[in-house]
């Protein structure tokens, strides 16, 4: 895979190679807990343009990943994309001892796609279920959850829609751990982004009034624990959260303060993607910088993760997002 990754990067003009090394991961109880099979796994990651190739006439992005559109995007490609995702999902398997029990995805077109990832790939071995919702968004993108029915039960599901927002809705999904009874309302997010220039921070206190909302709803009722995960658009210390952190607590809180990140502009790693959690949830989370899935920057020196495309230039990657992952006690 590494050789074919460097053959692909050589056909579109890159010099450098992907990442080969990952150090390993630490032997927490966190990790001696999912290798044992009793804590939950949980992973976040935005697929970046996460389309399928056919022209639903849904809009200028959709026609623009077609054969025929901008991107010349292909069934191939596509697969190609939803491959890698599996992949990243088994890489998980090695490093934490166990496939995700949860993973929410931002960026996905519709709920078809998602069904070709778990279906038509390797992951239709490990019995993953798809929640998805059609949003109002402009673009047609939308956030998903994938569960897997092995450990999990679903209780109920929803979204909550942003008023007078034509955005992304908040998805969030009852779940009951088959192991021990224990309810947990997974919520995922993508909140809006600070393309075009301008003041957007209301837009995403908004999304956080929003959240939190939803968040105070399933506390009050004493049945499940929280965990909200998403790309949140800004880095934990934007005052657009303050409102949210007066319910929630914000893991990404440390990454911010070490200059870690989710996504590197201009040499810059930004932490955007990020999970926020109730009170007594407890675990660790991490960025998952897969080695297969970091090429070197020629710009800015430093590695940084391998996009679909740069530009209209197709790449072979999957995001400029790198996952992130909570090992949930």
């Excluded at 099979?37 to 996460?50: D, K, R, S």
């Excluded at 191939?76 to 939803?82: I, S």
């Excluded at 398997?93 to 990832?117: C, H, Q």
């Excluded at 994938?146 to 829609?161: A, F, H, T």
């Amino acid at each position: 895979m590494i050789l074919s990754m460097m053959m692909c990067m050589v056909l579109c003009g890159i010099d450098f190679p992907v990442r080969d090394t990952l150090p390993e991961a630490e032997e927490s109880a966190a990790y001696a807990e999912a290798k044992a099979g009793t804590a939950t796994l949980v992973v976040f990651w935005n697929l970046e343009n996460f389309f399928d190739w056919e022209d639903g006439g849904t809009g200028e992005s959709d026609r623009e990943f077609t054969p025929g559109g901008l991107r010349h995007w292909t069934a191939t490609k596509f697969y190609r994309k939803a491959n890698l995702v599996a992949k990243a999902l088994f890489w998980m398997k090695d490093r934490y001892g166990r496939m995700p029990d949860v993973a929410g995805f931002a960026e996905t077109e519709n709920k078809s796609v998602i069904n070709r990832l778990i279906f038509n790939t390797l992951l239709r071995k490990y019995g993953y279920s798809v929640l998805h919702r059609e949003s109002l968004d402009h673009r047609g993108i939308d956030v998903a959850l994938i569960y897997r029915r092995d450990s999990l039960r679903l209780m109920n599901c929803g979204i909550r829609r942003l008023d007078s927002m034509a955005t992304r809705d908040i998805l969030f999904a009852d779940l009951e751990d088959l192991r021990n009874g224990q309810r947990r309302v997974f919520i995922v997010n993508h909140f809006p982004s600070k393309y075009g220039g301008g003041e957007t921070g209301s837009r995403r206190e908004a999304a956080s009034i929003a959240l939190k909302s939803l968040c105070d709803s399933v506390i009050s009722r004493n049945v499940a624990e929280v965990v909200a995960m998403g790309d949140f658009n800004d880095v934990p210390s934007s005052p657009a959260f303050d409102t949210l952190r007066t319910s929630l607590t914000c893991l990404a809180d440390p990454f911010e303060k070490e200059g870690k990140g989710t996504i590197r502009f201009n040499g810059k790693w930004d932490m955007i993607d990020m999970f926020w959690t109730s009170a007594g949830v407890s675990g660790e989370m991490e960025i998952a910088e897969m080695p297969f899935l970091m090429v070197w920057d020629n710009v800015y020196p430093g590695y940084k993760p391998l996009r679909t495309y740069s530009g209209p230039r197709y790449l072979g990657g999957v995001s400029d997002h790198c996952p992130i992952v909570f090992i949930m006690d």
